[in-house]
Nanobody
Framework: QVQLVESGGGLVQAGESARLSCVAS????????MGWYRQAPGKQRELVAD????????NYADSVKGRATITRDNTKNTVYLRMNNLKPEDTAVYYC????????WGQGTQVTVSS
């Protein structure tokens, strides 16, 4: 059974950093590109970053390029997202999933950036 459990969000001030974690169980993690997605209030969910199964290749949305780093630890079935210099427009619920996204979504972790 697939489970995705995100954590690490919270209330931060603009300019600060956050490190998000996602632990995956089931078959979704191994051999798959994994991604971090986010959904802001009133907006569609968008892909923020993804990382290949071995970790060698990463891609970032233009909105976070230069401020975000996605990594994974395949021994722990965990994918991370480090966000630096957070901006109020980064406020959203952050989710992890495979890329392309599967039907399985976790509860997400809320990141709120105050100005």
């Amino acid at each position: 059974q697939v489970q995705l459990v995100e954590s690490g969000g919270g209330l931060v001030q603009a300019g600060e950093s956050a490190r998000l974690s996602c632990v995956a169980s089931g078959s979704i993690f191994s051999f798959n590109t994994m991604g971090w997605y986010r959904q802001a209030p009133g907006k569609q969910r968008e892909l923020v970053a993804d990382i290949s199964s071995g970790g060698a290749r990463t891609n970032y949305a233009d909105s976070v390029k230069g401020r975000a780093t996605i990594t994974r630890d395949n021994t722990k079935n965990t994918v991370y997202l480090r966000m630096n210099n957070l901006k109020p427009e980064d406020t959203a619920v952050y989710y992890c999933n495979s890329r392309p996204a599967s039907v399985y979504w976790g509860q997400g972790t809320q990141v709120t950036v105050s100005s």
